[in-house]
């Protein structure tokens, strides 16, 4: 409905799942395969049932298809099947997870949407797990009742991938990467939410993780494998990405003992789905803070959700958030907020720029879908809130700085990355660069209202720029060993922006964004170092003096 304010809002309900008699949940990673999803989920629901007189589910994860997949089978209707999908295509381990957020078996597992493998074989592998107390029960093509169809060349690199995990990880494992797995629902609730891979050596950052953290009664089965050279095939670049990923799996993993500190603080919230009543959600659908406080304060419900214009929420965005409210220290919940994969140059190469390091800075996360955490300084336009929490602000309080108000006065935001809101970034060069701009202020105001305690990294790497710019040439006077740290300096940044603006013109495979990104980098820099200095010296926040 609308109300009288012009906002559009909307009421519906968000039920925390249930505890259900649900045996096995498969889900099935797709992208682009419209042609055959249909009859292809159809098959996997009829083999999987063959095999089991119990209750299972199918959950189908549009991994991003821009070929109406998601559409193909959403309009099938087939029983016990869940649609699920977003629209920037993210990779199969993110999409695995999404699915495993809303799996309610007791055993899930995966396989391949393309049937290059036979996923007749799940049902045995939870049997084999009940009834030899496993936590993990993968599909390998080495076992020696496996029946494979499978390209020499394949063969070798994978043999030779698996002795590289074995030397990393001490797994013994004849094949980690085949697409056919199950594993108990305890290792998706503690061991899912660490993961950071979302593409190809997803299978062996779960394995890893789930093995330092106790989940070590692992068994491999036979498979059926007939390799048709489909949407699951992985190509050169891809092997390399493998290794590359597999490579920081380990270095987080054995070095930083990164997955070990984030464990601690997931339990903190938890990535259970709690049983409990329904959930109220008014969904609003406005930009202005005008508006939106309009509109909450004649909801009827607890939680509010708030969508800025344009933007498309992914089809689990209210059931993945709001059992998360369970938690009554939690007063907003924010997602990635992605761009979608077409768009104009400038509105890509705007993405590539938040997408990056360098341009994204601390805040990267909120265009990367990353770990489970809390936040305090998120300007993001779409979010989930408590209604009494969201009024309580300061009604000068900008949208996009909700999450920095809700922070002053006491309120914890929850970064949940599995789930996400598609919107088309503000394309470069200016409207791009007042969204910097205004982040940037609000950041020097901040730290002119609390002082250095709100200096983080980001904010340094600004001063330092600005000091750069400002003062660097007087190492040119410096003589011969002040110029030659004056080029090195210059030199090491422009080649960290080529780097940038590379792997943005890769990500969407255009030279044209990629030139764009590097301009769009500079000047991103120059006018958030402006800003936050302007802010700085300028007046309080206004926000900070209400909270």
């Given at each position: 409905?609308?109300?009288?304010?012009?906002?559009?809002?909307?009421?519906?309900?968000?039920?925390?799942?249930?505890?259900?008699?649900?045996?096995?949940?498969?889900?099935?990673?797709?992208?682009?395969?419209?042609?055959?999803?249909?009859?292809?989920?159809?098959?996997?629901?009829?083999?999987?049932?063959?095999?089991?007189?119990?209750?299972?589910?199918?959950?189908?994860?549009?991994?991003?298809?821009?070929?109406?997949?998601?559409?193909?089978?959403?309009?099938?209707?087939?029983?016990?099947v869940k649609v699920l999908y977003y629209d920037r295509?993210?990779?199969?381990?993110?999409?695995?997870?999404?699915?495993?957020?809303?799996?309610?078996?007791?055993?899930?597992?995966?396989?391949?949407?393309?049937?290059?493998?036979?996923?007749?074989?799940?049902?045995a592998f939870v049997a084999a797990g009940i009834a030899?107390?496993?936590?993990?029960?993968?599909?390998?093509?080495?076992?020696?009742?496996?029946?494979?169809?499978?390209?020499?060349?394949?063969?070798?690199?994978?043999?030779?991938?698996?002795?590289?995990?074995?030397?990393?990880?001490?797994?013994?494992?004849?094949?980690?990467?085949?697409?056919?797995?199950?594993?108990?629902?305890?290792?998706?609730?503690?061991?899912?939410?660490?993961?950071?891979?979302?593409?190809?050596?997803?299978?062996?950052?779960?394995?890893?993780?789930?093995?330092?953290?106790?989940?070590?009664?692992?068994?491999?089965?036979?498979?059926?494998?007939?390799?048709?050279?489909?949407?699951?095939?992985?190509?050169?670049?891809?092997?390399?990405?493998?290794?590359?990923?597999?490579?920081?799996?380990?270095?987080?993993?054995?070095?930083?003992?990164?997955?070990?500190?984030?464990?601690?603080?997931?339990?903190?919230?938890?990535?259970?789905?709690?049983?409990?009543?329904?959930?109220?959600?008014?969904?609003?659908?406005?930009?202005?803070?005008?508006?939106?406080?309009?509109?909450?304060?004649?909801?009827?419900?607890?939680?509010?959700?708030?969508?800025?214009?344009?933007?498309?929420?992914?089809?689990?965005?209210?059931?993945?958030?709001?059992?998360?409210?369970?938690?009554?220290?939690?007063?907003?919940?924010?997602?990635?907020?992605?761009?979608?994969?077409?768009?104009?140059?400038?509105?890509?190469?705007?993405?590539?720029?938040?997408?990056?390091?360098?341009?994204?800075?601390?805040?990267?996360?909120?265009?990367?879908?990353?770990?489970?955490?809390?936040?305090?300084?998120?300007?993001?336009?779409?979010?989930?809130?408590?209604?009494?929490?969201?009024?309580?602000?300061?009604?000068?309080?900008?949208?996009?700085?909700?999450?920095?108000?809700?922070?002053?006065?006491?309120?914890?935001?929850?970064?949940?990355?599995?789930?996400?809101?598609?919107?088309?970034?503000?394309?470069?060069?200016?409207?791009?660069?007042?969204?910097?701009?205004?982040?940037?202020?609000?950041?020097?105001?901040?730290?002119?209202?609390?002082?250095?305690?709100?200096?983080?990294?980001?904010?340094?790497?600004?001063?330092?720029?600005?000091?750069?710019?400002?003062?660097?040439?007087?190492?040119?006077?410096?003589?011969?060993?002040?110029?030659?740290?004056?080029?090195?300096?210059?030199?090491?940044?422009?080649?960290?922006?080529?780097?940038?603006?590379?792997?943005?013109?890769?990500?969407?495979?255009?030279?044209?964004?990629?030139?764009?990104t590097c301009c769009g980098l500079v000047l991103t820099?120059?006018?958030?170092?402006?800003?936050?200095?302007?802010?700085?010296?300028?007046?309080?926040?206004?926000?900070?003096?209400?909270?």
């Open positions: 409905m609308t109300d009288s304010s012009g906002a559009g809002v909307a009421t519906t309900v968000a039920e925390s799942q249930q505890e259900v008699a649900i045996a096995l949940s498969v889900i099935v990673p797709v992208y682009d395969q419209a042609k055959v999803i249909v009859e292809n989920v159809r098959v996997i629901r009829e083999r999987v049932a063959a095999g089991t007189d119990e209750r299972f589910e199918i959950i189908v994860v549009s991994d991003g298809s821009v070929d109406g997949t998601a559409e193909r089978i959403l309009e099938s209707e087939l029983p016990d295509n993210l990779g199969k381990g993110y999409a695995i997870k999404t699915g495993a957020r809303e799996a309610r078996g007791r055993w899930i597992g995966y396989v391949d949407a393309d049937l290059d493998l036979d996923p007749a074989a799940l049902p030899d107390d496993l936590d993990i029960v993968i599909g390998s093509k080495r076992h020696p009742n496996s029946d494979v169809h499978y390209p020499r060349s394949r063969v070798i690199s994978s043999w030779i991938y698996q002795q590289l995990v074995r030397v990393l990880f001490g797994l013994d494992v004849r094949d980690t990467q085949v697409g056919l797995k199950v594993f108990r629902r305890e290792v998706a609730e503690e061991v899912m939410p660490l993961l950071l891979v979302k593409r190809f050596a997803f299978d062996i950052e779960l394995l890893a993780v789930a093995r330092a953290f106790g989940y070590d009664r692992l068994r491999e089965m036979p498979i059926a494998l007939d390799y048709k050279f489909t949407g699951s095939g992985v190509r050169s670049m891809a092997v390399v990405h493998a290794v590359f990923d597999t490579l920081a799996v380990f270095y987080r993993l054995r070095i930083l003992g990164y997955y070990q500190r984030r464990l601690v603080a997931n339990r903190a919230f938890a990535w259970t789905i709690p049983s409990g009543p329904r959930v109220g959600v008014t969904v609003i659908e406005a930009d202005g803070m005008a508006e939106r406080r309009a509109a909450a304060q004649i909801a009827d419900t607890e939680i509010v959700a708030f969508l800025e214009h344009g933007a498309k929420p992914s089809a689990n965005w209210l059931t993945a958030t709001t059992p998360a409210f369970s938690r009554a220290g939690v007063a907003a919940i924010v997602t990635p907020q992605l761009a979608p994969a077409g768009g104009n140059i400038r509105e890509r190469a705007s993405a590539a720029i938040a997408e990056s390091r360098i341009g994204g800075g601390s805040l990267r996360c909120r265009f990367t879908p990353g770990a489970i955490r809390y936040v305090t300084d998120f300007p993001a336009l779409s979010f989930l809130v408590r209604r009494d929490r969201f009024l309580a602000l300061d009604t000068e309080t900008p949208p996009e700085q909700v999450v920095l108000a809700l922070a002053a006065a006491g309120g914890q935001t929850l970064y949940l990355p599995e789930a996400s809101v598609t919107i088309p970034p503000a394309p470069l060069f200016l409207p791009q660069l007042r969204r910097i701009g205004s982040y940037g202020r609000a950041r020097g105001l901040l730290v002119r209202a609390n002082g250095i305690g709100a200096i983080r990294l980001s904010t340094v790497c600004l001063l330092v720029f600005l000091i750069s710019v400002a003062f660097s040439w007087l190492l040119l006077l410096a003589g011969p060993i002040g110029r030659g740290v004056w080029l090195a300096l210059w030199s090491a940044y422009l080649a960290a922006i080529v780097i940038a603006g590379s792997f943005g013109g890769l990500r969407f495979r255009s030279v044209k964004v990629g030139v764009l820099h120059a006018v958030a170092s402006a800003m936050f200095c302007s802010g700085l010296v300028g007046r309080d926040w206004p926000v900070e003096r209400g909270a």
